[in-house]
């Protein structure tokens, strides 16, 4: 028996503009597979998405909107035309198979290296803190590299930060997305503003809160203008320690953004409750969830290692609306039906994550390809 009529993951939802027809959706996942030189999509990528079009909706990989934003070998980026026209196929691909398809807008901020930065300069960030232990690759071969002492951007330059990603937002639809995702997540740019451990700026981008999270807001506005508010979501991870992240107080912090967000309207949020990369206490942060929808009552993505049965029990509990999955997605690109089934999962190998060819990327298995029982 199959009948999923009951099942929570199995009903339809509608997300702002567009209706997904289940609530299990595709994490944003980076796979460091773009084609060289340049950070281009191509059609291994495509076939890749096209794979997991069942999904309820895919957000695609932390995509950098400048080469400033870039902190990785071999992620894609969406500032240039070529790159447009490579998420182009992957839009396309997702499409014809019946998915939809969000990209997820990144700035690294102080997570790269010169070796990857135009000029070779030094990474920005709010403020010149180095993240302790935080590395990166640089190329195929540079093996994992640390990642040094950032710059603190000049006041003046935050106008232009806004204005990347108005311009990735621009580039996002002329590639056919059906949306878009800040990334404000793990550390990166985003999150370095909003997180205490990372802001000690003295200007209106720092200190209080509201400085804290003016930048966020002012992005989450450009973005906005481009797309419509139905079309925009936002991932925080309020709790995550991953590359040296701190706050001084989640339940404040976060409280206050999740209130600012729905003021503006933003079209959901995406929240990281438990991250694989590390997190300041075990167990989901109830209190900080609470402090994020007490303000923000629009679509609540929970994400974070829910296996189904959690992810059901979240949803018909009111603790989440939808639930995003990351690993169990790169390991099965039927998920969806698998959950439906009470299918068994294939495991994921996690050395084939980051960069490499279509092992470990289009070559996992569906159901029908490994013949399980039905
Ligand atoms: C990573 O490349 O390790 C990575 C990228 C984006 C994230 C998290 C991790 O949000």
Redesign the pocket.
Known sequence: MNDSSNDPLFQPYQLGAITLPNRVLMA???R?RSSQPGDIPNDMNATYYRQRASAGLIIA??TQVSRQGK??AF?PGIHSPEQVEGWRKVTDAVHASGGRIHL?L?H?GR?SHPDLQPDGAKPVAPSAIKPEGAQ?FVSADSGMVDIPEPRALETDEIPGIVEQFRSGAVNAKEAGFDGVEI?G????LIDQFIRSGTNRRADEYGGSIENRIRLPLMIAEAVMGVWGADRVGI?L?PTGS??DMRDDDPVETYGKLGEKLGEIGIGYVEV?ED?F?GNHKSGRPESVIDAIRSGYTGPYIGNGNYDADEARERIRSGRCDLASFGRPFISNPDLPERFRRGAPLNEWDSDS??GGDEHGYIDYPSLDESNAPA
Do not use: C, D, K, M
Not at 185 to 188: M, R, T
């Open positions: 944003p996942l980076t460091s990989e932390a902190g990785y992620t997820q990144w690294v997570i990166t990334h997540a793990n550390g990166y991932r991870s991953f590359n990281v991250s990369q994550f980051y």
